[in-house]
């Protein structure tokens, strides 16, 4: 069982910037999923354990991925902050043992960009 925990959030003008973070109970594969009313889950951005990243193009070039191995935390820096990012965000972790997935979740965080 993986656990996560997840931190930041909140609510920005548009333009402004925040910062979500999630720590990990171990070094593993982590992305950030948004979900906004009445939509799907839909992936944000991924990274690796080893660094690699994934974007989703509606974010490309505002938000950044990134990882802090030792403190097994993910963040997502989310800069030029527009309402249609406003949405929960989730913190997923997904491990891949003898060709099966498991994914964990985080408990999701409120994003409000709104004037």
């Known amino acids: 069982q993986v656990q996560l925990v997840e931190s930041g959030g909140g609510s920005v003008q548009p333009g402004g910037s925040l910062r979500l973070s999630c720590v990990a109970s171990e070094n593993i594969f982590m992305a950030w999923y948004r979900q906004a009313p009445g939509n799907q889950r839909e992936l944000v951005a991924s990274?690796?354990?080893?660094?690699?990243?994934n974007y989703a193009d509606s974010v490309k070039g505002r938000f950044t991925i990134s990882r802090d191995n030792f403190k097994n935390t993910v963040y997502l820096q989310m800069n030029s902050l527009k309402p249609e990012d406003t949405a929960v965000y989730y913190c997923n972790a997904v491990r891949v043992q003898f060709g099966f997935r498991q994914d964990y979740w985080g408990q999701g965080t409120q994003v409000t960009v709104s004037s």
């Open positions: 990274i690796g354990t080893g660094g690699s990243t």
